[in-house]
T-cell receptor, first 114, second 114 residues
Framework: KAGVTQTPRYLIKTRGQQVTLSCSPI?????VSWYQQTPGQGLQFLFE???????NKGNFPGRFSGRQFSNSRSEMNVSTLELGDSALYLC?????????????FGPGTRLTVL | AQTVTQSQPEMSVQEAETVTLSCTYD???????LFWYKQPPSRQMILVIR??????QNATENRFSVNFQKAAKSFSLKISDSQLGDTAMYFC???????????FGQGTRLTINP
């Protein structure tokens, strides 16, 4: 079974631009979560989607948004990029049953904002 | 809100030695999971071991075992017979049951020396 895939793997943008990152979960997984990883703040939860609905949201400004499609693929969007948005963005998927809440991570998208 | 604290930013041991990574957490929840994730230089986040809070028995996965002290809110990871491939960042994480939101500690950088 293929793992979680994220595209693109690397991205360079300039301040003020917007960016869209994509995540394809493991087949059959319906929950997709997004995390931001920076040296200063560590790993922080952005949001989680299940059946095309956002169920949880972290403490990030409204410039960060996401969505999930009917095939469980998810995208996150960051508008009006700031230098501080430079980070590794990790996506994780979960089967979400009573016995399997663990999350499986993708390789991440490295975003650099210049 | 839940918090996770890893008090050892860096650790270094010789190959074949045993090493213990510390983690404490704070929560008022009664149903939750605890995890240890490993992030090698490739940045791929890999689940090492998980513990359900309602289980008193400590989880074990081959050379990896945990010491879960629920009353003390402590969750340490023991790596036996350490190998060069164990070199990585190790993150302790908390998840409220069925919340699909991981709260991570700041990580411990573990280096296994030949």
């Amino acid at each position: 079974k293929a793992g979680v895939t994220q595209t693109p793997r690397y991205l360079i943008k300039t301040r003020g631009q917007q960016v869209t990152l994509s995540c394809s979960p493991i087949s059959g997984h319906r929950s997709v979560s997004w995390y931001q990883q920076t040296p200063g703040q560590g790993l922080q939860f952005l949001f989680e989607y299940f059946s095309e609905t956002q169920r949880n949201k972290g403490n990030f400004p409204g410039r960060f948004s996401g969505r999930q499609f009917s095939n469980s693929r998810s995208e996150m969007n960051v508008s009006t990029l700031e230098l501080g948005d430079s980070a590794l963005y990790l996506c994780a998927s979960s089967l979400w049953t009573t016995q399997a809440d663990e999350q499986f991570f993708g390789p991440g998208t490295r975003l650099t904002v210049l | 809100a839940q918090t996770v604290t890893q008090s050892q930013p860096e650790m270094s041991v010789q190959e074949a030695e045993t090493v213990t990574l510390s983690c404490t957490y704070d929560t008022s929840e009664s149903n939750y999971y605890l995890f240890w994730y490993k992030q090698p230089p490739s940045r791929q986040m890999i689940l090492v071991i998980r513990q359900e809070a309602y289980k008193q028995q400590n989880a074990t996965e081959n050379r990896f075992s945990v010491n879960f002290q629920k009353a003390a809110k402590s969750f340490s990871l023991k790596i036996s017979d350490s190998q060069l491939g164990d070199t990585a960042m190790y993150f302790c994480a908390f998840m409220k049951r069925r919340a699909q939101k991981l709260v991570f500690g700041q990580g411990t950088r573990l280096t296994i020396n030949p």
